[in-house]
C-alpha cells in the first residue's frame, strides 16, 4: 500500500462517522436493505491505474449518475440543437424529483437534464423498437466508457421492477411532459427504460474511470482512443457543475469545486482537473446514507476533505 492509498483509508474513517447522520434511500422499497455505514472511494488515476479504500468491492446501482451518460449519449447521437431544443441547461435550486418548475415554464421544457423530469425527456429520445432494445444501446454505450463487453454491463433487475411498481411521481412528470408535447410516446416504455438504466449495477472503479474518461475529455486512459467527443464533455461536466448535487449544487461547487453527479444508491462521480495535486483522475465514491437533498452524507464529507487536502495553495 502506498503513502496516497494510507492517506485514503485514515481518509475513509475519519469519514465513515457521518454514515450514522444519514439514511438509506428506502422510496425505492429494493433500495431499502443497504447497510447504512458503507463507504469506499476509488480513483482513477491519469494513466489508468486506480488507488482506493473502503467498501469498493460493494456493487450498487448507478441511479441518477446515469443521467450525466444518457445526456452524453444522446448529445452524441442526435446533437446539442435538437437536445436542447426538449430539455434546458439551467439549474433549478429544486429537488430532483420537483414538478413545480414544470408548471412555471413555458413551454413545459424541464430545465436541466439531472432532475428527473428532464432525464426522463433524455431517456425517451433514445431510439429502439422496444424497451429492450434502448436500454441495450445504453449498455453498448456504457460498455465502450468502461473497455468491456456489453454482457458485461448488467442491470438490476429486482431494484429496476422495484421502481418500476412505484414510481407513480416519475410517471406523473412524464404524463404532463407528453401533454405539453415535450415527450412522445409510452410513458410505461419510457419508465422501463429509466428505470432499468437506473438500476445498472457498478462500482467505484467503474464511477472512477468514466470519470477519468471526462476528466482526459473524452479519451480513453489506456489506449487515447476517443470515447466521447471532447464538445459533449465540455457540455456534460458544465451541466454537472450547475445541477449534478440538485439543490446542493452551489454547496459542492463552493466545497468541492469539480463537476460531480449523485445518485440516491450513494454513488458519487466527480471528475478531477489540473489544479488537483493527483492532476485529471477520476473519483468513484460509493457511500449509501444520504443527506436530506439526496446526496451520499459521508461521501460528499470525504470528497470535500479530499479536495482540501490534495490542491496546493
Ligand atoms: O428516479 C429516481 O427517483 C431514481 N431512479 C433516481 C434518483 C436519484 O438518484 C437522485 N439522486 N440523488
Partial sequence: MNVLEQQLNHLVDECRPYTAQ????DYIPELAHVKNDLLGVAICLPDGTYIHAGDVHHKFTIQSVSKALTLCYVLMEFGEDYVFSKVGMEPTGDAFNSIAKLEETVPS????PMINAGALAVTSMILGETAELKIYQF?????????RSVEEVTYDEKVARSEYETTDLNRALLYFMRHHGIVEGDVDEIIDVYTKQCAIEIDCFDLARIGRVFAGNGEDPD???ELI????VRIVKAIMTTCGMYDASGEFAVRVGLPGKSGVSGAILAVGNHELDLNNVGFGIFGP???SKGN???GMKLLELLIERYTSR
Fill in 109 to 112: 421544457k424541464p430545465l436541466n
Fill in 289 to 291: 446514507a444520504l443527506d
Fill in 22 to 25: 444519514g439514511k438509506v434511500a
Fill in 229 to 232: 467527443p471532447r464538445r459533449v
Fill in 223 to 225: 489506449t487515447g482512443e
Fill in 139 to 147: 449498455r453498448q454505450f456504457l460498455a465502450t466508457l468502461l473497455n
Fill in 296 to 298: 451520499s452524507i459521508a
